[in-house]
């Protein structure tokens, strides 16, 4: 499968995402839901490596898409607003509409076993996500724990139950390494998110946040590159995944030399 047809997939995924949470009031007043082009990839890769594709498969990687774009409305909701605004309130509904979206895929699903599963995965990212806000100082190491289980334990839900684990080393480095990557942007444009937070006071100065980000891009880069090699993918989608799902721009040489 060349570049353009992966494209061409992931979108018509995208599309069908998008209309199943459509919703008029929460797409004028919110950011609407977070559909993410390399989540929906990863969910699509058995797909794209050739792998049986039934329809119950497709239908279960868009309830997983539509949990995600759930527990990111969550996210949006800010912290300490001394005022509540209609946005904030539609942002905690959006969340809401989307939680009932995939519950209902679900029910409609009637696959119990598949509904048990990703319900314990909520459980899981949902109690890792309630640690940001503990007060308590972690370890990197802890830090990164957290991320690994909030970017990944429901896409590694949705490999085990149908058969695709040998996808999760690699995809599970990667979407680390996306998350990170946009770590590094909020961070250099001055810009605060709740996983930033937890770094700036475990390593107590932004430029110790930035070094250890771009130290683990290059380490996480490297095992991609090592991982990557062990799969039979064919040129193109590998070539895709390298370059258009995780392109290494960053280096912390670089930081050294302009340090």
Known sequence: ?????????????????????????????????????????FLLLPFFDENHWSGEIEASAKTVSI?????????????????ITKKQQLTVLAGDFYSGIYY???????????????????????ENKASFYDGLVRSVEEIDDLVHVIETELLTTFY????????????????RYIRY???????????????LRLLNQTLQHPLQTERWLLEKLDLLHEDISLTI?????????KSFMLH????????????????
């Open 181 to 195: 990557v946009e770590e590094l942007e909020f961070l250099q444009n001055n810009s605060q998110t709740r996983i």
């Open 1 to 41: 499968m060349n570049e353009q047809l992966i494209h061409s997939k992931i979108t018509s995924m995208e599309l069908d995402v998008l209309k199943a949470v459509k919703q008029r009031t929460l797409e004028n007043f919110t950011e609407g839901p977070s559909v993410e082009r390399a989540r929906l990839f």
């Open 67 to 83: 949990v995600y774009a759930a527990l990111h409305a969550h996210d949006q909701v800010k912290e300490n607003a001394l005022v």
């Open 244 to 259: 258009q799902i995780t392109p290494h721009q960053h280096r912390a040489e670089q930081l050294t030399r302009e340090g």
């Open 104 to 126: 209902q895929m679900l029910a409609n699903s009637n696959n119990i076993t598949m509904i048990q599963r990703l319900a314990t995965s909520i459980i899981k990212v949902s």
């Open 229 to 237: 090699n062990s799969y039979n993918f064919n040129y193109e989608l």
């Open 160 to 175: 085990k139950f149908y058969g695709f684990e040998k996808y999760a080393s690699l995809a599970t480095l990667m979407l």
